[in-house]
């Protein structure tokens, strides 16, 4: 399976953002595809295929930001979480917000994991490598459900 | 032993001896009357009663002297010289004027008390036995020296227990008294007591070779004796009435000056007065009140109250109310102060404070009030109310305004920082010396920004995000602080203690804050010695007195205050790095608890960072 590429969906509508994160994971360890959705709405139309995107891979792995146009974060991780051929991909909330709420109203809708975006380049880079290192190559993720 | 002189019996006439008593207990309660009588009186009255009351009083005893000599009957005639008559009255006279003088001052300590007795007992003995040479009989008189003795003694105790009583019942303010007759009982009864101890003394031998000097003798007829007596009454009683009347007149004359004097207090009042009766109608009205009201005296005066300063709309609740208090006696705003509105000569309508209260003067009912014009108060405490409001409003825009703008800021200026971090990385060396110049500088303006950013998003959080209080153990947050500054103490080698430190109502988180920037900064300016940081508590009144003191640096006293502001620092980024926001929010987190923060320091010499947090158990409350 490791031939495979690993696919990632990012829900991002800052563009620096999304090609810092593609900056990362440009060298990272495992090949990987990596689609990008600028806000919530076309986040759930990607993971429903709907559309434009009638043709869209089941995602491996989905870092979303919380703070988007259109539908927040929260719902499409609810969505997401509710969804009985979805909830098993591991949602990482990348976000600006360190606010205790924000945390705790994420793990509670089920994110697996919650991550500030650091202000610092290094740091990022360090951080968007991490992900890529625990969830893509130490992790055993269920293969995918049809 | 064989003597042709024989001594002479005497018997008493037992009704002039009753009389004589009578007329003492009289005297004494003149007396007791004219001391309180003296004691009010100032000035000319005060000398004129003096000299009346000593007369009056002075005759009486000698009076009552004179009928006590006459009920003592010789087996032969007696005559009298009246030139010695006279003087033993002057005595008397002197003696009551002594008496009265001593009971009049307003103080009389035992000292005077007994001076005071002592010359009264001598002029009363010196009247009884001057009386006594006034005799003219034949016979020798002689006198029994002990008895004598005794008879002055007696005259000087008398008298103290007389001027004892008079000082103490002059105080009497009514004409009659159970309390002043006793008084006047006991005296009366003890001044013939001295007296006819005085007459014991005298023994009479006859002697008919002896005739005394006759030249102004007179025989003393039961109608002189009837002559004295009605004398004497006649005087005392007069001194009696004077008085009684003088009491009358002078308490007339202080209720017309007292309410003369209340009268001016009412007019000079700056609170408007008014009052109104139980028909609603004004029945006084002072000049404070002409200018509050617009309308003068004469032209409210009988008037309905209601008409003249109530508005239209509250007229019937106004005549409702009196209603109510005249048939149930129930008044709501009786005997408080309340806020109204009430209308002004010309139409205008305006707040005032009263208190009304209801009098009863004789039948008639009768509402007083003192008004107070609050117009300016009332406009001051708007202006107040709507600073304070607009203050608060202020406040939470600037905290709302600092967190949006921080929070929302970093979004770009991360992607600023980011990308030209990438580029330093990607292009360093590849391009030519300016462009990675410029390049760190971009790098380094916009880290530094980041961090400004962060700061002030931590100061607005420290309002904006704080959590209640609670009641903590100071000792964890400063333990919590300590294990969050591990390394830099471990690599400074600091040494810190940490004292007993109480429970205070306070939020943890930023407990624990405050305490690691101010160890946090114990540590950092710290010179060439090894850091030692003291951490105690001591309690005063009503707060706890932290204390964080350092071996360290110290800060120049100029420099105390500015430290506590935001980004205000001391020195380069280079000498010690931080942006200068550690003691802001070390003062916002103390302010917010409702303390204090101060810096006591020398340079050279460390400092000590004390603040106040309220005590728990006062706080409370």
Known sequence: MNSRSIEILLVEDSLGDVRLTQEALRDAKVQNTLHVASDGMEATSFLWRLGKHANAPRPDLILLDLNLPKKSGREVLEEIKLDPSLKSIPVVVLTTSAAEEDILRTYQLHANCYITKPVDLEQFLKIVKAIDNFWLAIVNLPSAAK | ?621
């Open chain 2, 1 to 621: 032993m064989t003597s042709p002189d024989l001594e002479l019996v005497g018997a008493y006439d037992y009704r002039l001896v009753a009389l004589s008593v009578l007329i003492a207990i009289l005297a004494s309660y003149a007396a007791l009357d004219l001391a309180g009588r003296l004691t009010s009186a100032h000035g000319k009255a005060r000398l004129l009663w003096l000299n009346g009351g000593a007369v009056a009083m002075g005759f009486g005893i000698w009076s009552m002297h004179y009928i006590g000599m006459l009920a003592f009957r010789l087996p032969i005639p007696v005559q009298y010289d009246w030139r010695t008559v006279l003087l033993s009255l002057v005595a008397a006279v002197v003696a009551s004027g002594i008496a009265l003088f001593v009971v009049s001052r307003h103080k009389m300590g035992a000292i005077r008390a007994v001076l005071g007795s002592i010359f009264m007992g001598s002029g009363i003995a010196t009247m009884h036995y001057t009386g006594m040479a006034a005799m003219r009989l034949t016979a020798i008189c002689s006198y029994s020296g002990t008895l004598v003795t005794l008879s002055v003694i007696l005259a000087i105790v008398i008298s103290f227990v007389a001027l004892w009583l008079t000082f103490y019942s002059r105080g009497e303010t009514t004409a009659w008294s159970w309390r002043k007759m006793h008084s006047a009982l006991v005296m009366g009864a003890a001044i013939p007591v001295m007296h006819y101890t005085g007459m014991a003394a005298a023994r009479f031998t006859a002697s008919p070779s002896v005739h005394g000097n006759r030249a102004h003798a007179i025989s003393v007829s039961s109608l002189s004796v009837a002559g004295v007596t009605i004398v004497t009454l006649t005087v005392l009683g007069l001194v009696l009435l004077t008085s009684l009347a003088d009491r009358r007149f002078s308490l007339q004359a202080m209720e017309l000056e007292s309410s003369r004097r209340h009268r001016q207090v009412t007019e000079k009042a700056l609170d408007a007065f008014i009052e109104m009766d139980s028909d609603g109608l004004i029945t006084d009205w002072n000049a404070q009140a002409e200018s509050t009201f617009g309308w003068s005296r004469s032209e409210t005066i009988g008037q309905t109250l209601s008409q003249m300063i109530i508005p239209d709309r509250y007229r019937e609740a106004h005549n409702n109310g009196l209603r109510m208090f005249l048939a149930t006696g129930q008044g709501p705003v009786l005997n408080k102060r309340i806020e109204i509105t009430a209308l002004h000569r010309d139409g205008t309508e305006f707040p005032i404070e009263l208190a009304v209260s209801a009098i009863r003067w004789g039948e008639r009912r009768l509402f007083s009030a003192f008004v107070r014009d609050v117009t300016d108060q009332k406009r001051a405490q708007q202006e107040l109310g709507r600073k304070v409001e607009e203050l608060a409003r202020s406040n939470a825009e600037l905290e709302q305004f600092a967190y949006v703008a921080s929070h929302d800021l970093q979004e770009p200026l991360r992607m600023v920082a980011s990308y030209t971090q990438l580029l330093a990385q990607r292009y360093k060396g590849k391009l030519d010396a300016d462009a990675d110049e410029f390049i760190g500088f971009a790098v380094g303006g916009a880290t530094r920004m980041q961090q400004l950013i962060q700061d002030l998003l931590s100061y607005s959080r420290v309002t904006s995000k704080g959590q209640s209080f609670q009641l903590i153990d100071s000792k964890a947050a400063c333990d919590n602080a300590l294990k969050n500054l591990q390394r830099s103490i471990n690599d400074s080698n600091a040494v810190v203690r940490v004292g007993p430190l109480p429970t205070v109502l306070a939020d943890a988180r930023q407990l624990t804050q405050l305490f690691q920037n101010l160890i946090g900064n114990a540590v950092k300016y710290r010179n060439e010695r090894t850091p030692e940081i003291h951490v105690a508590a001591v309690p005063k009144v009503d707060q706890w007195v932290f204390s964080v003191r350092d071996n360290g640096i110290g800060i120049a006293p100029q420099h105390s205050e500015r430290i506590f502001q935001m980004f205000q620092r001391l020195h380069t980024t280079n000498e010690y790095p931080g942006t200068g926001i550690g003691l802001a929010i070390c003062r916002k987190i103390v302010e917010r608890h409702g303390g204090n923060i101060w810096v006591e320091a020398q340079p050279g010499r460390g400092s000590t960072f004390v603040f106040t947090i309220p005590r728990a158990e006062r706080a409370k409350k």
